[in-house]
């Protein structure tokens, strides 16, 4: 039998991502990972003056084997998120050193909150990887390239990451969004069935439009436990640096 790419001989690999710090997060999610002995990774911008005394608590959340990853610090999206009309406003009026100073600072700040943590990947807020529009539209994945061992993006439902081939500062992920468990279960299954990385995106547990339900969130999660035999799940930091050292394992064995 073909021997696996993943630890313990694991069929895939799965990531559960978590956006924008939210308390929501560190009372509904973090127990319910924390009960079962999964690992998370949370992407926080620290935003605010009072940044210390407020994201304090993740402190804790690293402490315990979490990732706190960078999500920039002023979460600037598509302007076409926006209600109001405003030429200046969005990523589209940002440039490449703009963009880099956003999460450079938040890095500061992050490194500040957390001393110990060491390396971090990076989420691009909203799924959206570029600046600029139209003619002067470019990507920032290279910035994010530059700073972080891995990036995740957004993606299409049923695809995932390869271990070898795909862009590690372009990693796809799919939103948890009102799914239910079975749809979360087939998710992570056919990424393992496929021998990939499967990561999944969420906001909120309960909390509407973004959110996922409480039965359907603990299915997906005992479902990893009973099957952690097969299926690896880990933070994207560390399944990020598995594929690294896969890739140079690789390397050294052709060269
Ligand atoms: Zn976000």
């Given amino acids: 039998m073909k021997q696996s790419v993943w630890p313990g001989d694991c069929q895939g690999a799965v990531s559960l991502s978590f956006d924008d ?3 929501n997060q560190l009372q509904r999610a973090v127990p319910m990972l924390d009960e079962r002995e999964l690992k998370g990774t949370f992407y926080v911008p620290p935003k605010g003056d009072d940044y210390l005394a407020r994201y304090a608590p993740w402190r804790a959340v690293a402490a315990k084997g979490h990732e706190i990853g960078n999500h920039t610090l002023s979460h600037t999206c598509s302007r076409n998120f926006r209600p109001d009309i405003r030429p200046e406003a969005g990523l589209e009026a940002m440039t490449l050193a703009a963009v880099e100073a956003d999460i450079l600072e938040a890095e500061r700040r992050l490194n500040e909150l957390v001393p110990d943590h060491g ?3 990076f989420c691009f807020p ?3 990887t570029d600046v600029g529009e139209g003619p002067t539209r470019q990507s920032y994945v ?6 972080f061992v891995a990036a995740r993006a957004g ?3 049923g695809f995932f990451n390869h271990p070898y081939n795909s862009d590690l500062h372009h990693l796809l992920s799919t939103s948890g969004q009102m799914m239910t468990g079975p ?3 087939g998710l992570v299954e056919l990424a393992a069935s496929r021998g990939q990385w499967c990561i999944l995106t969420f906001h909120g547990i309960d ?3 973004l959110g996922v339900l409480t039965p359907a969130f603990a299915c997906v999660l005992d479902h990893l436990v009973r099957q952690r035999h097969r299926i690896w799940t880990d933070t994207v ?3 990020a640096q598995h594929c690294l050292q896969l890739r140079a394992d690789w390397g050294h064995r052709a060269g």
């Fill in 207 to 209: 909390t509407g439009g």
């Fill in 183 to 185: 749809e979360l279960i």
């Fill in 142 to 147: 290279p910035v994010a390239a530059k700073h």
């Fill in 21 to 23: 710090g939210t308390e």
């Fill in 237 to 239: 930091l560390r399944v």
């Fill in 155 to 157: 993606g299409e439902y």
């Fill in 126 to 128: 909203c799924y959206t």
């Fill in 119 to 121: 390396p971090r990947t």
